[in-house]
């Protein structure tokens, strides 16, 4: 892993692997640069893959407080630390970061967003009341296993049937470990303040991935975002839901090279 110092002075993490034009990837809640270890071998065909833990996960650092706001700035910092051209992709909470990001760098190509975090709705809340409280209760009782079956079935309205499967993951007791990196997360989530003027004048190719069986808001967060960016397409992943690339790989590896290489 090397290290990469963001604008604060936090160390972030990134594996640099592979061969061919830059990519950067950016995880969602509970996972790290290890999320992509089902996807990686065929990237690094194609691409230098530069996946990051974000700060508070895996090797990277953290600061003293937090605000999302940091969040972009350390994806920023790892992008100009690759260079220009540089492919951008982030999954879920990444989502909006690695948006935000390119606001913030000249050295990013072309974006892919995978289902970026539930866009707030004013009047009404994120996520049912008491959800990030409930949450933090389970972390002072010690039980991590219920927090991430709480944000799957809570957060990500994964189905009742599929969590079995997920526990059955073994990248379960990774995102155990994470698990107190939750609420806060949860709460800028419902802090975030999304302003589609301040993406007026991003005009980087962006597509934007939804699944064809995920949660209706997901969905429509992926056209609010779509009505913002100047020059965006929706993709469809037909049978999926928000990790195809854990459950469709292939599917997933050939929207993100289709897009990524693409000529300009």
Not at 126 to 135: D, M, N, Q, S, W
Request: proline fraction near 8%; aromatic fraction near 8%; hydrophobic fraction near 40%.
């Amino acid at each position: 892993m090397e290290q990469v110092l963001s604008k604060d002075g936090t160390s972030i993490a990134v594996q640099r692997s592979g061969t061919g034009p830059p990519l950067v990837m950016v995880h969602g809640t509970l996972a790290s640069h290890q999320s992509w270890a089902g996807v990686l071998p065929a990237l690094e065909q194609q691409f230098t893959v530069y996946a990051l833990d974000r700060r508070g996960y895996g090797e990277s650092g953290d600061g003293p407080s937090y605000a999302i706001e940091r969040e972009f700035e350390d994806i920023a910092s790892v992008v100009d630390f690759v260079g220009e051209g540089v492919g951008l992709f982030g999954h879920s909470f990444g989502g909006p970061c690695v948006l935000e990001a390119a606001r913030l760098t000249p050295n990013v190509r072309r974006v892919v967003v995978y289902e970026p975090s539930p866009l707030p709705v004013p009047g009404a809340p994120l996520y049912p009341a008491g959800t990030v409280e409930k949450i933090e209760a389970l972390l002072e009782s010690g039980d991590r296993e219920a927090v991430v079956l709480a944000v799957f079935r809570d957060l990500l309205d994964v189905p009742p049937g599929e969590l079995d499967a997920y526990r059955a993951s073994p990248r379960f007791p990774a995102w155990m470990a994470a698990a107190h990196l939750v609420p806060r997360e949860t709460r800028a989530e419902e802090a975030y303040a999304f302003e589609p003027e301040r993406f007026k004048d991003l005009r980087l190719p962006v597509l934007l991935l939804t699944g064809g069986d995920s949660p209706e808001r997901l969905k429509t967060t992926i056209l609010t975002w779509h009505a913002a960016l100047a020059n965006s397409r929706i993709v469809v992943l037909p049978g999926q839901g928000h990790i195809a690339h854990y459950t469709a790989p292939d599917l997933f590896i050939r929207e993100l090279e289709d897009f990524l290489l693409e000529t300009d």
